[in-house]
């Protein structure tokens, strides 16, 4: 079955040591995201690629970077962990709808769950 | 101002009845589309319906219904019969065509919890 996968599922770090979470997927789907969720909130959009074109959120940390080799791939790096970086972390994917067709959803990996020691 | 409101952080509903979810939405694009997903404790998002700005009927998939009502710009989810296995989180999406196309808004999130 197609689809999007994450490793590791859980990831331990500790403060200030980087971390770097990986998404892939058998979509073939040109735009990848990643959000960040904490407990009982909305997740939270990074940013996302659209083939290789970076989007960066304007509100995410310098601390946050991103890798996307090639379409099946793309990488979360977390250059110095804080406490407050501890979330679930969630990659997803969807077909551009460039040209104003709304339909497609996103297809989410099953998460990282990161802790910060 | 918010594009995605829901205005319920937590339901009860009991098992076997009908609940709905609230949806509200902010948009000034004609062409549009609104998802509900479910994330059970495990964490994983899960699609569970769509509707699109321009769909004259309600979508509906399985037990899931969605009421839209695009003078109000609501897309509340209608869950029939409900299972203990619908208690989770759900969050309503949007996604726009014009600008940042590529980009979901999401809601707050309702906690369902159905009760034995």
């Known amino acids: 079955d197609a689809m999007v996968i994450q490793n590791p599922r859980y990831q331990v770090t500790q403060f200030g040591k980087p971390v770097t979470l990986s998404c892939s997927q058998t979509?073939?789907?040109?735009?990848m995201y990643w959000y960040q969720q904490k407990s009982s909130q909305a997740p939270k959009l990074l940013f996302h690629y659209y083939d290789k074109d970076f989007n960066n959120e304007a509100d995410t940390p310098d601390n946050f970077q991103s890798r996307r080799p090639n379409t099946s791939f793309c990488f979360l790096d977390i250059r110095s962990p804080g406490l407050g970086d501890a979330a679930m972390y969630l990659c997803a994917t969807s077909r551009d709808v460039r040209g104003g067709d709304s339909t497609d959803t996103q297809y989410f990996g099953p998460g990282t769950r990161l802790t910060v020691l | 101002a918010q594009k995605i409101t829901q205005t319920q952080p937590g339901m009860f509903v009991q098992e076997k009845e009908a609940v709905t979810l609230d949806c509200t939405y902010d948009?000034?694009?004609?062409?549009?589309?609104l998802f509900w997903y479910k994330q059970p404790s495990s964490g994983e998002m899960i699609f569970l319906i769509y509707?699109?700005?321009?769909?004259?009927q309600n979508a509906t998939e399985g037990r899931y219904s969605l009421n839209f009502q695009k003078a109000r710009k609501s897309a509340n989810l209608v869950i029939s019969a409900s299972q203990l296995g619908d208690s989770a989180m759900y969050f309503c999406a949007m996604r726009e065509s014009l600008y940042n196309f590529n980009k979901f808004y999401f809601g707050s999130g309702t906690k369902l919890n159905v009760k034995p």
């Open positions: 948009t000034s694009d004609q062409s549009y589309g």
């Open positions: 509707q699109g700005s321009y769909d004259e």
């Open positions: 979509l073939n789907h040109n735009v």
